[in-house]
C-alpha cells in the first residue's frame, strides 16, 4: 500500500460545479496536510495548508482534514476555468522529513 | 523577487551522458529538495539537503548525484548510471518555518535523445 492515494483523474466538470478531490494516507505519524496546485509544465505552488484535524477555508477553497479516516479533502466552490491544473496532495509527520506526494488529480473545468 | 531558478529549463542528453541540472535560491532556506516526476507517478523524492555539506537519498536516488557546498545551490546530476531519465524535474526549498511547506522552481525538463 503506498503511503499516499490519490485518484488521478482526469476529473471534468462544468464551470460553476463545486469540486472535491480526495486523498487517502496510511501514515498515522502525518501531521502537516498541503495541497499544490500546478499548471502545465510549471513547478507546483501552494493552495492549501493544515495541521491536524480540521477545516480550513480560504476564498473558494475548503481543506478538510480527518486523522481518524485517513482522508484529506480539497473542496472547490464556483469553479472557473483558471482552476484547470494538476492538484497534488503532499504531507510529512512532525520534525524536518520531507513531504510525501499524492500522484495528482487533473481537473478540467469547461466554460 | 525572492525564488527558485532552476535551469536549464529544457535538457537534451545523449546516451552515456552526464548532465547537470541546476537549482539556485535567494530566499535564504536551509533545506532544499530535487523531486521527479512522471506523468501519472506525481512528485518522487531524489535527494534532499537541510543544511549545507549534507544531504541525504530520497527514494529513488539510484544513478543521481548531488552537492550542497552553498546554501543558495544544490545542484543535480544525472549520470548514466540512471537508464530512465526523461522526466521533469522539480526543485524546492523551505525554510526555518516549515509550516509553509516548500516553495518550488519551474522545472527542468530532461529528455534523452
Redo the contacts between chains.
Keep these: 500500500q503506498k503511503e499516499v492515494e490519490?485518484d488521478?483523474g482526469p476529473l471534468s466538470v462544468p464551470e460553476g460545479a463545486i469540486v472535491s478531490l480526495n486523498c487517502t494516507y496510511s501514515n498515522s505519524a502525518f501531521q502537516?496536510f498541503?495541497w499544490?496546485r500546478q499548471y502545465s509544465?510549471?513547478?507546483?505552488?501552494?493552495l492549501m495548508?493544515t495541521?491536524s484535524s480540521g477545516n480550513k477555508e480560504d476564498g473558494r477553497f475548503t481543506a478538510q482534514v480527518d486523522k481518524s479516516s485517513k482522508y484529506i479533502s480539497l473542496f472547490i466552490r464556483d469553479s472557473q476555468p483558471s482552476d484547470s491544473a494538476t492538484y497534488?496532495c503532499?504531507m510529512r509527520n512532525s520534525g524536518?522529513t520531507?513531504?510525501v506526494?499524492?500522484?495528482?488529480t487533473r481537473l478540467s473545468v469547461i466554460a | 523577487d525572492g525564488g527558485?531558478t532552476?535551469s536549464p529549463k529544457y535538457l537534451f542528453r545523449k546516451e552515456g551522458q552526464n548532465v547537470t541540472l541546476s537549482c539556485e535560491q535567494n530566499l535564504n532556506h536551509d533545506?532544499m529538495?530535487w523531486?521527479r516526476q512522471d506523468p501519472?507517478?506525481?512528485?518522487?523524492?531524489i535527494y534532499?539537503s537541510?543544511i549545507v555539506n549534507d544531504f541525504q537519498k530520497?527514494d529513488i536516488a539510484e544513478g543521481y548525484s548531488v552537492s550542497r557546498e552553498k546554501k543558495e545551490s544544490f545542484p543535480l546530476t544525472v549520470t548514466s548510471a540512471q537508464k530512465n531519465p526523461t522526466a521533469?524535474y522539480?526543485c524546492?526549498s523551505i525554510g526555518q518555518s516549515?509550516?509553509?511547506?516548500?516553495?518550488?522552481?519551474?522545472?527542468t525538463?530532461l529528455t534523452v535523445v
Excluded: D, H, V, W
Design positions: 490519490q488521478p502537516y498541503m499544490y509544465r510549471k513547478g507546483p505552488e501552494l495548508y495541521y497534488l503532499a524536518n520531507p513531504l506526494f499524492g500522484k495528482g | 527558485i532552476q533545506a529538495y523531486y501519472g507517478q506525481g512528485l518522487r523524492l534532499y537541510q530520497g521533469f522539480l524546492a516549515y509550516f509553509y511547506g516548500y516553495t518550488f522552481g519551474s522545472g525538463r
